[in-house]
């Protein structure tokens, strides 16, 4: 059973993108709802990604919730993903960044960084860091299509070549 709240925060989010509205309040508040949208997904056992993907590019588009975004070099250190997040307002602990894969595609469209308290016993694929801090890293499920849209794009990418499979 899919809980009340994120068909809500996903019908705001489709409104607040509707029509020319890029830059705009409404889209502004898009951008808080698609990440509450992704962090309540978290809780669907079969969304969560539980082995670090393969081919991921070496950078992808990250964001800490609500802030502007920035980028994340993506390396592979014994089979686990490291990922250097470059960007405003990396969390002081606590807080968890999630790889962001969309579900039609199997893309991964980037990274987001939540400033709160992560999931515990979830499956961690890595880490992001930013200087001495560092957050682990899951991993997610998305309807891409539900959670952002062109005119306010939660996690931007310049290209379809700027990511790759994410079974890859």
Request: charged share 15%.
């Amino acid at each position: 059973m899919r809980p009340l709240g994120s068909g809500v925060a996903v019908m705001l989010l489709a409104a607040a993108c509707g029509g020319d509205r890029g830059g705009s309040p409404t889209c502004g508040m898009a951008l808080l709802i698609g990440p509450s949208a992704i962090a309540q997904r978290m809780t669907v056992a079969r969304a969560l990604i539980t082995t670090p993907p393969r081919g991921l590019v070496d950078t992808l588009p990250a964001r800490v919730a609500g802030e502007a975004m920035g980028s994340a070099l993506v390396r592979y250190e014994a089979g686990r993903i490291a990922m250097t997040f470059q960007g405003p307002r990396f969390p002081v602990q606590p807080g968890y960044a999630v790889l962001v894969v969309d579900d039609t595609s199997q893309r991964a469209v980037g990274v987001l960084v939540y400033n709160r308290e992560g999931p515990q016993g979830y499956p961690q694929l890595g880490t992001v860091t930013a200087g001495d801090l560092a957050v682990p890293l899951y991993g997610i499920l998305v309807d891409w299509a539900s959670v952002s849209n062109p005119k306010c794009p939660l996690l931007a990418f310049r290209s379809a070549e700027d990511t790759v499979r994410a079974d890859g």
